[in-house]
C-alpha cells in the first residue's frame, strides 16, 4: 500500500471542506476575561471609543481583561468592578486601553465564544415571539411594522435581537422577534401591542404619539421626568409618574382650537380649571385624566406634562411598577403606534440555563451515538481500517454541515442538531453499502462496483432532498433547521465524504 | 448453516404466507388508527405544538410529578405533567407542564402556588390555537408530498410496476405501523415527530431500494445468494441506525430530540419485517412467476 495513493483528488476535497469548516467554526482557546457584545450609543463606553462592528464573528469580539487594575475572569468580577466606587474606570481589553467615566457605561458584556457557532435561542435562552399582523399589509406596511418594532425595542433599549419576515406556505405573514436578553412580559407589552396613544379632550384627538406630534419627549433627566408621588391607595400602593413632552405646533393649534370653547371650572381649594381634561389613552384604554388649568384656554402651549400610575401590594413594587410604565409611555410616545394590531401566535421563552443544559446534553447525545454505530460496524467488520475511516467519515460529515452553517450564519436550534444526526445517520447506511459492495466478489472492475454503490445511494440522496425542500417553508420554517441541516449534511455526504470514504478503503483493502 | 441456505428453506415454500405477515400488520394498524379515529375524531393524539396551548419547563431537582399533577388536574382539569431526566447522570432536572384549556398567566400562578421557582428556571412555549392547527395541516402536507415524491423517484428508478409498489407499500406500512404503536403508547405528537416521519420514509426506502436492486437488476450468483447479500448489508444498515437512534434517546434530555429518536427506533424495527418478510417475499414471488 502506499500512502500517497491514500491523498487522491477525493480525499483532498474532504481536506479542504474539513479546513473550511475549521476555519468556520474558528475554535478559540483565547478567552480570557468578558467579552464585549454591544455598546449604547452616547453612553461613556462609546465615548471612550470603544465599539462593536456590526457583523463581528463571537471569536473576534474585544474582550476586557482588566479594570481599575483587578483581573477580570468572569461576569461576576465584572459587575463588582463596575460596582465600585472609583469615579472613573481603567479598562485593559486584549486591543487597547480606555478611560471611561463610571456612570451611564453602556457596555453589554458576555461570556467570552470558545467559537463561532452561532446559538439559536433554544440553547442560549431569551425570547421569542411569532407575530402575526391583524389585517393583511402591503409591502410598506409590512416594512414600516418592522421599522416602528425596531425602533421602539431600540427605544427601550433592548440590544441582542434579531427581526425577520416569515411567511408560510399558505402566503401568510409573519415576523419573527428573538431577543436573548428580555423576559417575556416586556416582549409581549413592546411588540405584542399596538401601542396606539391618544391625548383627548372630549371627544376630539388633540395629539398622538409618535414624532409628527411629538418633538421631544424627557426621559432619563430627573429634572423633567421621574416618579413624583407615592401614597397608600385600596389595600396597596399607587406611585404618580410625570415627565415633560414638546408639541409640534401644529398639535398644538389643535390642542388651543379645543380649549378654546371650554368653561372654566374652580375646584374647593380655590384651583380653577377647564371643564373637559386632557385624556391619555393607549391602545383604547384610559390611562389618565389631566386637568388643564384655565389659563390654558384657548393658547398653543407646545410644553405638556404626561403623567400616569404604577401600583403594587407595597411601595417599592409600586414604584418598580410605574417606572416601567413610564419607560413604556416613553417609548410608544416617541416611536408611536404600529400600522395595525398584532397578534403573538406563538411565543417561547427559554431560560439561559435550561439552554445551555439542552446544549451540552445534545452534543453528548450525538457523541455517544457515533459511538454506537462505531460499536455496530467493528461487531460487523472486525476489522479497524474498515470502522476508523467509517467513524472519521461521519464526524467529519457532521463537522462539515456544522461549518457550513456557521457561514451561514444559521443560528443552530435543536431541529438542525436533529438533521445533523439525521445525515450522519444516512451516512453510514450508505458506507456500509459502499463497504460491501467493495468486499463483494461481483464485479471484477472496481470502478463498477463503486458505480453500482452510488446508484442506491443516489436514488436515496434524491428522495431525502426533495422530501426536506417543502419543509423549509412549511409552518413559518419553525422546522427550517432540520430540513436546512439534513440537506446540507447528505449533500456533503454524497459528494465530498462518501467519495473520500471509498477512496479511503479502496486503499487500505489493497486495491 | 449459511444464510443463503436459511433464507431458501425459510422462503421457498412460505414466500406468499410471509407476504401476508406484512400485510396483517398493515390491517392490525389500519384497525388501530380507525378506532382512534372514530373514538376520539383523530387517528393520533396531537401535542400543544399542533392544536394550541402552553407547555412550560420548571428547571429545579426534586419535584414531585404525581403531586404536581394531581394539584394541575384538580384545578384545571386535563393537564399533562412530565419529568425532565437527564438519564447519563440519571438526575431529574425538573417537570415539563403542558395544557391546553388554560392560560399561562393562570397556570403560571397556580405552580407559584404550589413550587417555589425564580424566573432562571421558569421556560415556556405557547402557541394560538389557530397557529397551530395550521401548522399541523401544513406538515400532514408536507408528509404527503413527500410520500409522492418518494413514490415518483422509485417507479422512475425501477421502472417496473410490482417492485416499485412493493417499495411504497413498505414505507407506507413503516408509517403507519409507528403510528398505531405511537397511539398505543399514548405518546402526543409533536411538530418535530411529524418531521421524523419524513426520516422514516428516507430510512425505509434505503433498504427496499438495496434488496430491490440486488434481486431484481443483478444477475450474478443465485437468487437467494443475492438476498443474503443484501440482508447482510441492509441489517448492518438498519441496526447502525437503531443503535445511534436508541443511544439518542435515552440520553437526550430535550423532548424534541427524544421524540424524534423513538418514532426512528419503532419505525427500524418495523422495517426489518417489512422490507424482508414482506418486500423480500413479494419480490420472490415476482421473481418466479417472471422467471428472472
Known sequence: MKLANLFSIRVIILILFILIALIAIHPSTNNEGVSIRSVDTNSSAAFAGIS?????????????????????????????????????LFITTNRGSYTLLNENI??????????????????????????????????????????????????????QLIIKRASDIGGNKYIIVEIAGATKSEVQELIGKQGKFEAKIGSEVVFEGGNKDVTFVCRNDGTCSGIRSCNEAQGGYQCQFEFQI????????????????????????????????????????LVD????????????????????????????????????NMKKLQTILITGALPTSLVIVKMDSISPTLGSTFEKNALTAALLAILAIALVIFI???????????????????????????????????????????????????????????????????????????FIILTAYLTAVASMIPLLMAGVGLLKGFALATIIGVTVGVFVTRPAYANIIKVLLNE | MKLEAFLERVYENNYKKLILVSLGLLVISLIILGINYFSTGAVIERDISLKGGISVTIEKE????????????????????????????????GLIIEAS????????????????FDESQYSSESYSSSFSESFYKQLVMVLLFAFILMAIVVAVTFRTFIPSLAVILAALIDILATLAIISLLHIQISAGGIT???????????????????????????????????????LTMTITSIAAVFVGYLFSAASILKEIFLIIFIALIIDIITTYIGNGSILIWYIKNKKI
Open chain 1, 52 to 88: 462593536v462592528a456590526l457583523n463581528a464573528q463571537p471569536t473576534s469580539y474585544e474582550r476586557i481583561l482588566e479594570i481599575n487594575g483587578n483581573k477580570i475572569n468572569s461576569l461576576s468580577d465584572y459587575s463588582s468592578a463596575i460596582e465600585s466606587d472609583e469615579e472613573k
Open chain 1, 106 to 159: 453602556g457596555l453589554v458584556v458576555d461570556k467570552p465564544a470558545s467559537n463561532n457557532i452561532l446559538k439559536g435561542l433554544e440553547l442560549q435562552g431569551g425570547t421569542r415571539a411569532l407575530i402575526q399582523p391583524s389585517e393583511k399589509l402591503n409591502e410598506q406596511q409590512f416594512q414600516d411594522l418592522i421599522d416602528t418594532m425596531q425602533n421602539r425595542l431600540d427605544v427601550y433599549g433592548i440590544k
Open chain 1, 246 to 285: 414638546k408639541l409640534s405646533e401644529e398639535a398644538a393649534q389643535k390642542q388651543a382650537d379645543a380649549t378654546k370653547l371650554l368653561d372654566t371650572n374652580v375646584t374647593e381649594s380655590g384651583y380653577s380649571y377647564l371643564e373637559k381634561p386632557l385624556d391619555l389613552y393607549l391602545d383604547n384604554n
Open chain 1, 289 to 324: 385624566s389631566l386637568n388643564i388649568a384655565s389659563d390654558l384656554k384657548g393658547k398653543a402651549a407646545r410644553d405638556i406634562v404626561i403623567s400616569g400610575p404604577g401600583i403594587g401590594p407595597n411601595q417599592e413594587e409600586a414604584l418598580k411598577d410605574a417606572n416601567a
Open chain 1, 380 to 454: 460487523r467488520y472486525r476489522k479497524l481500517s474498515i470502522s476508523l475511516p467509517m467513524v472519521f467519515t461521519s464526524i467529519s460529515e457532521a463537522f462539515i454541515t456544522l461549518g457550513l452553517l456557521t457561514l451561514m450564519k444559521y443560528n443552530l436550534d435543536l431541529a438542525a442538531i436533529a438533521g445533523i444526526i439525521a445525515a450522519v445517520g444516512t451516512g453510514v447506511d450508505d458506507q456500509v453499502v459502499i463497504t460491501d459492495e467493495i468486499l463483494s466478489k461481483e464485479s471484477v472492475n472496481w470502478k463498477e462496483r463503486y458505480k453500482k454503490a452510488f
Open chain 2, 62 to 93: 426534586g419535584l414531585n410529578e404525581q403531586e404536581i399533577s394531581s394539584y394541575l388536574a384538580q384545578k384545571f382539569g386535563n393537564v399533562n405533567v412530565r419529568t425532565l431526566t437527564e438519564l447519563s447522570t440519571r438526575k431529574d432536572m
Open chain 2, 101 to 116: 384549556n388554560v392560560g399561562e398567566d393562570e397556570l403560571k400562578a397556580a405552580l407559584k402556588e404550589k413550587i417555589n
Open chain 2, 196 to 234: 421524523a416521519f419524513l426520516l422514516v420514509i428516507g430510512y425505509s426506502i434505503d433498504t427496499d431500494v438495496l434488496l430491490t436492486t440486488k434481486l431484481i437488476k443483478r444477475k450474478i450468483g443465485t437468487m437467494y445468494e443475492r438476498f443474503a447479500q443484501s440482508v447482510k448489508t441492509g
